[in-house]
């Protein structure tokens, strides 16, 4: 699997970016796509996972209420829906995927056997 994200970019705080992740070379609906993120100096953190027929959701407690994660099998692509930006958001983000079914597993990194290439998010105060 191929995973290529983007929509990255600068914010003032309280604004809105959508981050994108495509992916290639597997039947999209057979994997579960995660995003992730790291802010300088931090480890990596979970912020959202989709099942792989959609529906099913789980979120960081940091982002639930202000961040969306939704997929379209017809074009292969996940979508992070980010509002009410805050300075803290800021970090590289990134998109990963695996065929696992085992949902207990979906906040840890380790999990993912497929990773894209981070896009940039910078909330200015």
């Known amino acids: 699997v191929q995973l290529q994200a983007s929509g990255g970019g600068l914010v003032q705080a309280g604004g809105s970016l959508r981050l994108s992740c495509a992916a290639s070379?597997?039947?999209?609906?057979?994997?579960?796509v995660g995003w992730f993120r790291q802010a300088p100096g931090k480890e990596r953190e979970f912020v959202a996972v989709?099942?792989?027929?959609?529906?099913?959701?789980a979120y960081a407690d940091s982002v639930k209420g202000r961040f969306t994660i939704s997929r379209d099998n017809t074009k292969n692509t996940v979508f992070l829906q980010m509002n009410s930006l805050k300075p803290e958001d800021t970090a590289v983000y990134y998109c990963?995927?695996?065929?696992?079914?085992?949902?207990?597993?979906?906040?840890?990194?380790?999990?993912?056997?497929?990773w894209g290439q981070g896009t940039q998010v910078t909330v200015s105060s």
């Open positions: 990963a995927a695996d065929h696992s079914v085992i949902w207990s597993e979906v906040r840890n990194q380790h999990a993912y056997d497929y």
């Open positions: 070379g597997q039947t999209f609906n057979s994997i579960r």
């Open positions: 989709i099942k792989r027929a959609g529906g099913i959701t």
